[in-house]
């Protein structure tokens, strides 16, 4: 589902992919770990379009993604090839990114109206659907303001649904909330994981909800992945120092 093949990304002096290459399967469930800095993130942005390469390649679901090899040389995707790309990845932030004059089924039905031209109706069931997925069937009529922050990012979880990606991102999607708050976000997260065949990567500090979630697990430092395996593997039993020394700060490893 997606594949990179020796990605570079900087920031001026800053390099913060190195020669990366990712292979992730369609439905796969990965979850990137590693210290603040490390690229993580920066990943998310790059499949969201967010953030050009500096270099390599990008395939997603058989096409190409930033770079277009043509006659032999590699060059930046159009605008409208982009847009179309984008359309099949969703996103959910650190920060909810509602809109603060909707209610939350119109924040969920808005963009199904706008962007995929779906009827009112059709737009109406399906967040009602997803609003029940997400525990939030009788908060349909408040507005953001109304809503605490775990509400919130269920909500911004529905929206993103909405749009019927093959590939959900999610950017440390809890670290925004009071502590109390965060078990109710990973619980649904970890439902839709057990129950979605789309394709999920998740960018997180939380070890115990990685091990939960994850088939695979990726610990990155300085822009490369130092170690992967399944969550038993990298929990249990990593084999890098560096991936010890930085499980150690969160959980107890062999």
Request: glycine content about 6%.
């Amino acid at each position: 589902m997606i594949e990179f093949q020796n990605v570079h990304k900087s920031f001026g002096e800053l390099k913060v992919l190195d020669d990366l290459n990712l292979h992730v399967e369609p439905g796969e469930k990965l979850a990137l770990i590693g210290p603040s800095g490390s690229g993580k993130t920066t990943i998310l942005r790059i499949l969201m379009t967010l953030e050009t390469l500096s270099s390599g390649r990008i395939i997603v679901d058989g096409d190409y993604l930033w770079h277009e090899e043509k006659g032999g040389r590699l060059v930046v995707a159009s605008d409208a090839h982009l847009h179309k790309m984008r359309n099949g990845i969703g996103m959910v932030f650190q920060h909810f990114n509602l809109f603060p004059h909707l209610t939350a089924i119109q924040n969920i039905e808005q963009p199904q109206i706008l962007v995929r031209k779906t009827s009112k109706i059709e737009a109406r069931e399906k967040a009602m659907e997803l609003l029940g997925l997400v525990g939030l069937s009788d908060k349909q009529n408040h507005f953001p303001h109304e809503l605490s922050g775990g509400q919130q990012q269920r909500v911004a979880i529905a929206r993103s649904l909405a749009m019927d990606p093959k590939i959900m991102l999610f950017d440390e999607v809890t670290s925004a909330l009071d502590p109390e708050l965060v078990d109710e976000v990973l619980n649904v997260l970890r439902r839709l994981a057990a129950d979605s065949d789309t394709t999920m990567l998740t960018v997180t500090h939380e070890m115990h909800f990685a091990r939960d979630f994850a088939d695979r697990v990726l610990f990155f430092d300085k822009g490369k992945i130092v170690e992967a395996g399944k969550p038993e593997e990298i929990f249990t039993h990593p084999k890098e120092e560096r991936t010890r020394n930085f499980l150690s700060k969160f959980i107890t490893v062999s």
